[in-house]
């Protein structure tokens, strides 16, 4: 298995950047898809990216296409996102996730993935 943490969380103001990374630990993160998601007090978790084995493609979620990356570095076992133009609407607990099936290239649902960060929290004030 995997062990994810993310960092990189914190307090910024409406239009600024966050880059935020997730650090995995345990086996060969290469294998794992990887996918960012974000939960808002009273919500539901809330997809917004994944990146493939290789980083050669990524999928949004439109709520953040256009603001948001998604990459990895696979030879520090490392996935990021980079957050931009952030909104208060944004301020939620960020967390990623891994997944190892094969048979999915870039999982959207959060029942797809395997292992969790814990999660780091992400505020935007206006």
């Known amino acids: 298995q995997v062990q994810l943490v993310e960092s990189g969380g914190g307090l910024v103001q409406a239009g600024g950047s966050l880059t935020l990374s997730c650090a995995a630990s345990?086996?060969?993160?290469?294998?794992?898809?990887m996918g960012w998601f974000r939960q808002a007090p009273g919500k539901e978790r809330e997809f917004l990216g994944a990146?493939?084995?290789?980083?050669?493609?990524?999928v949004y979620a439109d709520s953040v296409k256009g603001r948001f990356t998604i990459s990895r570095d696979n030879a520090k076992n490392t996935v990021y996102l980079q957050m931009n133009s952030l909104k208060p609407e944004d301020t939620a607990v960020y967390f990623c996730?891994?997944?190892?099936?094969?048979?999915?290239?870039?999982?959207?649902?959060?029942?797809?993935?395997?292992?969790w960060g814990p999660g780091t929290q992400v505020t935007v004030s206006s």
């Open positions: 996730a891994a997944d190892s099936d094969a048979r999915l290239a870039t999982p959207v649902f959060s029942w797809d993935y395997e292992f």
């Open positions: 345990g086996r060969t993160f290469s294998m794992y898809a």
């Open positions: 990146i493939r084995r290789s980083g050669s493609n990524t």
